[in-house]
């Protein structure tokens, strides 16, 4: 019997041993959790910040774009008086060209109308060119009656 104790008592020896590692391996584990969820959270962290940062990035250019982009379109409308202000619009570069491109067609097409309605209402300069009557249509009494007083009144 007391070799079995013994034997027991070994067994219990090696037992506590081993638990005792497994505990030590556990807190060894909670200890890298904590350390990683500690990094985790700082990451995160650093990751709201950048967010933050792209954020104000983003803004300050969408801001920049708007402000070039309008004085591009104060520039365009400054070198082509033609155009109406009103015509032309747009947040990008690339919008105001298609801008001004339709605001330039459009103004196209109405001077074109305008100078064709100009060109169908002209009245010729001065009085028209002098003509004989046209007789045609007179019977031969009529015509003599107009030639005869014709006659008379330049001679």
């Known amino acids: 019997m007391t070799q079995e104790l013994t034997a027991t008592q070994e067994e ?6 081993e638990l005792e590692a497994l505990q030590e391996t556990v807190a060894d584990a909670e200890a890298r959790a904590t350390h ?12 709201e910040v950048a967010r933050g940062e792209s954020e104000t990035r983003e803004q300050d250019l969408t801001a920049q774009l708007r ?15 033609e155009l109406p202000a009103e015509l032309v619009s747009g947040a990008t570069v690339d919008e105001i060209d298609e801008s001004l ?8 097409k109405v001077r074109g109308h305008l100078e064709s309605q100009a060109q169908a209402g002209r009245v010729p300069v001065g009085a028209p060119p002098r003509s004989e009557p046209d007789l045609s249509g007179l019977s031969t009494e009529e015509k003599i009656s107009y ?3 014709h006659r008379n009144a330049t001679g």
């Open 12 to 17: 219990l020896a090696a037992t506590k041993a």
């Open 36 to 47: 990683l969820d500690s990094q985790l959270t700082q990451a995160n962290e650093e990751l």
């Open 67 to 81: 402000s070039a982009a309008e004085r591009y379109r104060e520039l365009a409308l400054e070198q082509t008086p």
């Open 147 to 149: 030639g005869l007083q």
């Open 101 to 108: 491109e339709r605001a330039r067609e459009t103004v196209s």
